[in-house]
């Protein structure tokens, strides 16, 4: 702070310092908030001062060569340009200012907007305390209100790039829009050993003990403390307490305000609370009407938004936990390393749940290798890069899934077999040795986007640890175990079966230096691992209902019952 | 539609225009210049647009390389930034001003 703001601010305190305010608060929280508005939106040291000293000459009888002597020429002009003339009646005094304001200059403009917004910020927070009453302090109520903050709005367009006039603008469409409600609902129960809390309305002074009162016994021995506050309108300084000491009670159990909405949130952010509590905002609800469907998969569609962003946007049926799971996982895909799109927010569109992402403007590696076979050997090399490049990161994040648990599951899936085969899988599992590698679940040619030559990953919601050959071993299976060996085209990828096999050859030098499996185990015994973990993937993918057909089921078992068991015993035997 | 990169002084890069995947290479090769020097960073975003994937990536590899020395900081950053990182939920790791 420089010395002149400093002086300007003890100047005001001791000009108002005894006064009170329409609604009884320090007089000088006004000035404070307004010089407050204009250094956040750019203003230089004179306008933070004359946002200081602007009501001193109207509302403190200071007389004007005391600003000037003090402040300087500048600091007064702007000063006297928001100051005014109290022998005017109401309307013609808000008329000049209006007519004023459209051809003053900028830095006048600015003072007087950074006034109205504080004016209408303390309406707002009154209203939501003592309701519709609030407009009796107006010598001239609402409707007079109306019209001028309306009248301010139109004419203050020409500061539209600056963040107040926004402020301004919202501002006025809640005040003036809305009749907030100033009673409140709450409502406690218990269920599964956690208390929730449901509350609407506004919490005021008049109501935060009976909200208080509602809480009263959680957390109880409960697990903690939910609040959904989807409905909650507007929380007072008085509800926050009572939140507080609600947190405090529930010292290391859950506490946790979810479905706040953008102006509660507000609230939660300006007071800090949104750094002490956890506190997860309203889904963001957006609109797909027109949107072009990018793709579409098993557990949802891709939609292009705008630009820049696509949401992939579930199924009816998708459970909420699942969506917050493959989003936790893009992220820290991304914060790990993983060249991956941006994972931006939960959303709404048509009542269904979606994650919205980076869209990323590229080929996929699939689509590059079918319409540039020249190139192949290019696109195998990226191939192997990118491949590498995930499994050179390490993790023991324990929230990211090891892949044999991940896998534990599809083995529950599996039908047509007995316990004795199903046993054998587990078995199977166990044997796999462990690892922190990180591993992305498919890395299969069409989850790989590539932009100026460096390669993007997408689909995260597999991403697990383990040993690398689990990743590759996904890539053989899809590659080679996956098509049947009288097609001569392959239809997953879109491209001859020939074609796909050299890919995977190439694939398969670059990344292991060799050109076979028995090569390979020799610097990396781990490679061992690689087709019998192919075969598991048969099993767990082919033998799930009947969806590749009675010739890939043959297939599967075949491999589950004359590879997978004998190689189970042989390991198991080893191990002993 | 694309990034200038202003050296301040000997810690202090200012970005401005647009940090994709064409420019993000660009910073990257600042950084790594300005990191042979310097034990800390930062980046004035004021006049930063956008920010994409492959930018945010460069942030946070810097961010990583910097945690064990005297840190990266972004300061003056664009309200459109801003929401990336919110959103994001980057906020969380990177040290804004």
């Known amino acids: ?576 | 539609m694309s990034l200038k990169i202003e050296k301040r002084n000997n810690e202090t890069l200012a970005l401005i225009g647009r940090l994709d995947t064409v420019t993000a290479p660009e910073l990257e090769t600042e950084i790594s210049a300005a990191l042979s020097s310097a034990e800390s960073l930062v980046l004035d975003m004021e006049k930063l647009d956008y920010i994409s994937s492959a930018g945010l990536r460069v942030i946070l590899k810097t961010q990583k390389v910097l945690a064990h020395k005297a840190g990266l900081k972004l300061i003056h950053v664009s309200n459109d930034v801003r929401e990336v990182f919110d959103i994001t939920g980057f906020s969380d790791i990177l040290t804004i001003e």
């Open chain 1, 1 to 576: 702070m420089t010395n002149k703001i400093e002086k300007a601010f003890l100047f005001a305190l001791e000009v108002h310092g005894h006064q009170k305010r329409k609604d009884g608060k320090p007089y000088i929280v006004h000035p404070f908030s307004v010089a407050n508005v204009l250094a956040r939106n750019g203003a230089d040291d004179d306008l933070i001062c004359a946002g200081l000293l602007h009501d001193t000459i109207e509302d403190g009888g200071v007389a004007p060569e005391e600003i000037v002597h003090q402040f300087g020429e500048e600091v007064l002009r702007i000063v006297l340009f928001d100051t005014e003339d109290k022998s005017l009646s109401w309307e013609e005094r808000k008329r000049s200012t209006l007519d004023a304001i459209a051809s003053c200059d900028r830095k006048c403009a600015m003072l007087v907007c950074a006034d109205k917004l504080a004016n209408i910020c303390d309406v707002e927070s009154n209203l939501a305390e003592s309701g519709e009453s609030v407009w009796s302090q107006f010598q001239y109520g609402r409707e007079k209100q109306e019209w001028l903050y309306r009248e301010y709005v139109d004419r203050f367009a020409r500061l539209s790039d600056l963040k107040m006039y926004d402020e301004l603008k919202a501002t006025v469409e809640r005040v003036f829009n809305k009749r907030r409600r100033t009673s409140m609902n709450a409502k406690m129960e218990i269920k599964d050993n956690m208390t929730y809390v449901s509350v609407d309305g506004s919490i005021n002074s008049v109501n935060a003990q009976q909200f208080g009162d509602v809480l009263a016994v959680a957390p109880g021995d409960t697990e903690g403390v939910v609040i959904n506050a989807a409905e909650l309108e507007y929380i007072s300084s008085a509800g926050l307490r009572v939140l507080l000491s609600l947190k405090k009670r529930c010292g290391k159990k859950i506490f946790k305000i979810i479905g706040v909405s953008s102006d509660v949130m507000n609230i939660f952010d300006v007071t800090g609370f949104s750094e002490i509590m956890e506190i997860v905002p309203a889904a963001r609800t957006i609109s797909i009407d027109g949107c072009e469907v990018i793709g579409r998969g098993a557990c949802g569609e891709c939609f292009r938004i705008d630009d820049e962003t696509i949401i992939k946007l579930y199924y009816d049926n998708t459970d909420t936990k699942f969506i917050e799971h493959e989003k936790a996982l893009a992220k820290k895909a991304f914060v790990m390393g993983i060249p991956t799109a941006i994972s931006y927010d939960i959303v709404e569109a048509n009542g269904r749940k979606g994650v919205v992402y980076e869209l990323i403007k590229a080929k996929t590696l699939g689509e590059l290798m079918r319409s540039e076979n020249a190139k192949l050997d290019e696109y195998a090399g990226l191939y192997v890069d990118i491949c590498k490049q995930v499994h050179s990161i390490r993790t023991k994040d324990p929230e990211i899934p090891s892949f044999k648990e991940a896998n534990r599951a599809d083995i529950k899936n599996i039908t047509g077999i007995t316990e004795e085969e199903r046993n054998y899988l587990h078995r199977f599992l166990d044997l796999v040795p462990d690892g922190d590698t990180c591993l992305h679940g498919d890395l299969n040619i069409n989850n790989i986007m590539v932009q100026n030559g460096e390669c993007c990953l997408i689909d995260m919601g597999e991403l697990s640890t383990g040993t690398p050959m689990f990743d590759i071993s996904r890539i053989l299976f899809s590659m080679i175990y996956a098509s049947s060996e009288q097609e001569e085209y392959n239809a997953f990828y879109k491209m001859p079966t020939a074609t796909v096999k050299e890919i995977y050859e190439k694939f398969f030098r670059g990344y292991f230096g060799c050109d076979t499996v028995e090569e390979a185990e020799k610097t990396n015994p781990e490679v061992k691992w690689l087709h019998p973990l192919a075969w598991f993937r048969c099993c767990t993918s082919m033998l799930k209902g009947n969806r590749w057909g009675e010739e890939m089921r043959k297939k599967a078992l075949g491999l589950l019952r004359e590879k997978l068991i004998p190689f189970v015993e042989k390991e198991e035997m080893l191990h002993e």
